[in-house]
């Protein structure tokens, strides 16, 4: 099936750092999604990204879809302890993703005070 | 509220049973999905169901078993069968699997552990 390459696997930042993450994949997707998920409970959606291009912010969030439909990253500004946790990025297929989403491996965000 | 709903949060199986983890959700969504997470892995797709009294295997769907009797319903039974059942268990819904919006939204999970 399809793969998503998530980077980087982990990140350890001070607080109040920007942080960059990335999913790259040998397929094209229709909707690229970013998910945070705290330790012990399930992902819950940041940002949805449905056109090719697309820059879209959710406070101090920030993800684009690549142009080339094969790509997505997402920033987070001035990072705060909150942050903290697994972040995924999630491939779309409209129209025949009947199984749904393909899922990058996580990047886990660790902040030093 | 609307939601998805995942029980009990932590379970515990004894080798050699069956247990059933309960997904229920309140969205009207059509297409749901059972997803397995073990550390440093991300999401494995264990099985999904885009309609009711359907239901697909997915990557790892042996040892498992689901039904689809209602649309808000989509249990999930852990086997004997599966070798290594210790992990923790999500469920998702989506509107609709094959149309244009294809956002997920997940439980709170549900921890297994065999003792």
């Known amino acids: 099936g399809q793969q998503l390459n998530q980077s980087p696997q982990s990140m350890f930042i001070q607080e109040g750092e920007d942080v960059s993450m990335n999913c790259t994949s040998s397929s094209i997707f229709n909707t690229w999604l970013w998910y945070k998920q705290d330790p012990g409970e399930g992902p819950v959606l940041l940002i949805a990204l449905y056109k090719a291009g697309e820059l879209t912010s959710n406070g101090r969030l920030t993800a684009q879809f690549g142009i080339t439909r094969k790509d997505s990253f997402l920033n987070i500004s001035a990072s705060i302890p909150s942050d903290v946790g697994i972040y995924f990025c999630a491939g779309g297929v409209s129209g025949g993703g009947a199984d749904g989403l393909t899922f990058g491996k996580g990047t886990h965000l660790i902040i030093q005070p | 509220d609307g939601g998805i709903t995942q029980s009990p949060k932590y379970l515990f199986r004894k080798e050699g049973q069956n247990v059933t983890l309960s997904c229920e959700q309140n969205l009207n969504h059509d297409a749901m999905y059972w997803y397995r997470q073990d550390p440093g892995q991300g999401l494995r797709l264990i099985y999904y169901?885009?309609?009711?009294?359907?239901?697909q295997k997915g990557d790892i769907a042996e040892g498992y078993s689901v039904s689809r009797e209602k649309k808000e319903s989509f249990p999930l039974t852990v086997t004997s069968a599966q070798k290594n059942p210790t992990a923790f268990y999500l469920c998702?819904?989506?509107?609709?699997?094959?149309?244009?919006?294809?956002?997920?939204?997940f439980g709170q999970g549900t921890r297994l552990t065999v003792v």
């Open positions: 169901s885009q309609i009711v009294n359907d239901f």
């Open positions: 998702a819904s989506s509107i609709d699997s094959q149309g244009s919006n294809t956002e997920a939204f």
